[in-house]
């Protein structure tokens, strides 16, 4: 495939070590969740030191999972960010709950904002969903105090932050639920996937109930001739995931240590070039918690600044840029949902520009990223001014 763009916004590492795995799974002959997802689960506990995880298709049926088995229903309320992937919110429709957005922390921390969480709980309030947005950890000390306080569940979105940690704890272990994604663009990937992860063993043997139908027995403990029959205790999902994307993922998992300490390295050449070259921008994340995964690299355009001429113009010098995120209650469906204003999600979510970050990037091409902000800033900012001199021109019959 010819490459689009000069320097995408994201690439994946996928090598013969991938290919391999992929092809041993094949000649086994066994494609189903089986032996290769266990130990996908077992290296994935080892890395957050969390007691159960369990492989899913993706990190939104993590999230749908996560739900049903904390019992949410209709009538009770989950506090979720808007500034998120809209699977945050969508997840607790499908329980029949109501998503109550709260706003963020501020224009260096877009994660949710304790203080503005507190603001929104009611008698009716069970949970928190917390993203740590681009990799950076949420202010866990804050909510999971304020959960407690208030008798709440916190489940955390952890699909930015594989391999991230706060105070020496793995982002994903801090709630009660962690639910991670394995897409093709996250910092690890198996194409379509995800992972669960809980300490509770009540809740392990609830979350692998509902994974898998409801039934009491797997196809491959029968197969292994562990177990003949089954009941059904729920009507539970098919949400499991297989041996070949199981593979993929202990292979990425591998690398994921390095592939993030590559991404630190990058994002902070960002934040040392961004200042001098466009003092203007906005740099979130100048000061962070923990250690990140650094999933993103945002940044803040200047108030007033056309955005779409200033993508067009990184799109004339080859460099993808994205949008993390259209606030979720701007979304039509959340607008018949309703709610009250969240300035501060309002505001990132109209300046924010997300700029390339991956592994594979050179210090030279964050250079080359760096410069074309600071000469698309300065045209997008001659074409407005322009604007406003010939508006001001009087007019000439
Ligand atoms: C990607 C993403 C999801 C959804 O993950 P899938 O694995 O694609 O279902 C949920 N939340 C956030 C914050 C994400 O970035």
């Known amino acids: 495939m010819k490459p689009v763009w000069r320097i995408p916004l994201a690439d994946i590492d996928l090598g013969p070590e991938e290919e391999a795995a992929v092809l041993e799974v094949l000649r086994r002959r066994w494609l189903s969740m089986g032996e290769v997802t266990a130990a996908f689960e077992a290296d994935f506990s080892a890395l957050t030191g969390a007691r159960h995880a369990l492989a899913v298709t993706n990190c939104t049926a993590a999230l749908h999972l996560a739900g049903l088995a904390l019992d949410w229903r209709q009538g009770d309320e989950v506090i979720v960010p808007s500034l998120t992937f809209v699977a945050t919110a969508n997840a607790v429709r499908y329980t029949g709950a109501t998503p109550v957005f709260a706003d963020v922390t501020g224009e260096n921390d877009f994660s949710l904002s304790a203080a503005d969480v507190a603001e929104r709980i009611t008698p009716h309030t069970r949970a928190i969903i917390v993203v740590h947005y681009a990799g950076h950890a949420a202010n866990m000390p804050a909510i999971m105090a304020l959960a407690e306080r208030h008798g709440l569940d916190v489940v955390e979105d952890v699909a930015h932050a594989p391999g991230a940690s706060l105070d020496g704890q793995a982002l994903g272990t801090w709630g009660r639920i962690g639910c991670f994604s394995f897409f093709a663009n996250k910092n690890m990937t198996t194409g379509e996937g995800g992972m669960l992860m809980t300490d509770d ?28 029959s089954y009941d059904v205790v729920a009507p539970g999902y098919n949400y ?38 466009a003092p203007s921008i906005g740099i979130p994340y100048s000061t962070t918690r923990g250690i990140p995964s650094c999933h993103l690299r945002p940044v803040l355009l200047p108030k007033g600044t056309d955005r779409t001429q200033f993508m067009a113009a990184m799109k004339a010098q080859g460099i993808q840029t994205s949008i993390h995120y259209p606030p979720v209650h701007g979304f039509s469906y959340y607008r018949q949902v309703g709610g009250p204003s969240l300035p501060v999600t309002e505001e990132i979510g109209a300046r924010e520009v997300t700029l390339p970050l991956y592994p594979a990037m050179t210090p030279a091409d964050v250079e080359s990223v760096v410069a074309a902000v600071a000469g698309s800033l300065t045209e997008v900012q001659h074409q407005f001014n322009g604007r406003q001199t010939e508006r001001q021109l009087p007019q000439v019959k």
């Open 201 to 228: 063993d009540g809740l392990a043997e609830r979350l692998r109930l509902l994974r898998s139908h409801g039934m009491t027995s797997l196809t491959w403990d029968r197969h292994k001739g562990h177990a003949w």
């Open 240 to 277: 499991r995931l297989d041996e070949i994307r199981a593979a993929i993922g202990r292979v990425q998992l591998a690398k994921l240590e390095n592939a993030n300490s590559r991404r630190r390295t990058l994002d902070a050449l960002y934040r040392e070039f961004l200042p001098a070259a």
